[in-house]
């Protein structure tokens, strides 16, 4: 089957003072998801902004036809069951969070599961991926992160491809259709060897709203992907 491949902007390099606009023009743009990252000044040295925002993009979130385009939030906080929650009511359709973050990983999967969410697990460059032999058969999304998560702009650590290769493997044998999206220092002139380690889904956030014309780099992105 072929890969559809998947670009989740991520707000967290958009203006802040205009984000419902920012959403709607990174979607007129091409994305497929709005990825939203969410830090808590604890789990990660930065904080950005929670479910009150979530609920107030949620409404800006559709395409000019009015298709929605999913919101993947991606957790940096801890504890995570509570935020988890608080997100899928404020209209999230995918959450991730980071295994580490949490005592009970299973639980907090069941969470998001139970509120009608996707739930994904993110890693960490330094982190192994051993938790997924136990929770891969529930899990929707699989999220590695190529940068240490607190700050957009950072470059790119090349261990992740290793990794992504790693959990390709795990999901083929899984037979399960679960996505793999890679989170940090994706490029115009990365994203293929991105793809070709075995990633489907694309986080770019200074990539694309660093420049003037979002739908000039999707664009190219999309090219990279499909040359
Ligand atoms: C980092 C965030 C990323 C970040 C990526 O903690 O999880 O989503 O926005 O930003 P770039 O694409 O600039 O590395
Ligand atoms: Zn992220």
């Known amino acids: 089957m072929a890969m559809t491949f998947c670009i989740a902007p991520s707000l967290l390099s958009a203006d802040f003072a205009r984000l419902g ?8 743009a091409g994305s497929d998801w709005i990825h939203f990252d969410v830090m808590d000044n604890h789990y990660v040295p930065n904080l950005t902004f929670g479910p009150m925002i979530c609920s107030a993009l949620k409404p800006h979130a559709k395409t000019a036809a009015g298709v929605a385009v999913p919101i993947d939030v991606h957790l940096m906080v801890q504890p995570v069951d509570a935020l988890a929650s608080a997100f899928a009511d404020a209209g999230a359709d995918l959450i991730s969070f980071h295994p580490d973050a949490t005592s009970h990983v299973h639980r907090s999967i069941q969470v998001i599961k139970s509120k009608g969410c996707k739930a994904g697990l993110a890693f960490n460059p330094g982190q192994p991926l051993d938790v997924l032999d136990w929770v891969i058969e529930d899990i929707d999304l699989i999220v590695i992160m190529s940068v240490n998560p607190g700050f957009g702009g950072q470059s790119f650590i090349d261990s992740a491809l290793r990794k992504i290769e790693d959990v390709r493997r795990r999901i083929t044998a899984s037979g399960k259709n ?7 220092g994706v490029k115009v002139d990365n994203i293929r060897q991105i793809a070709d380690a075995g990633a489907d889904t694309f986080v770019a956030g200074s990539a694309i709203f660093g420049k003037p014309d979002y739908k000039a780099v999707v664009d190219a992105m999309r090219a990279s992907l499909a040359a």
Do not use: S, T
């Open 178 to 184: 679960i996505r793999l999206e890679v989170d940090g």
């Open 21 to 28: 606009e920012e959403v709607k023009n990174v979607i007129a």
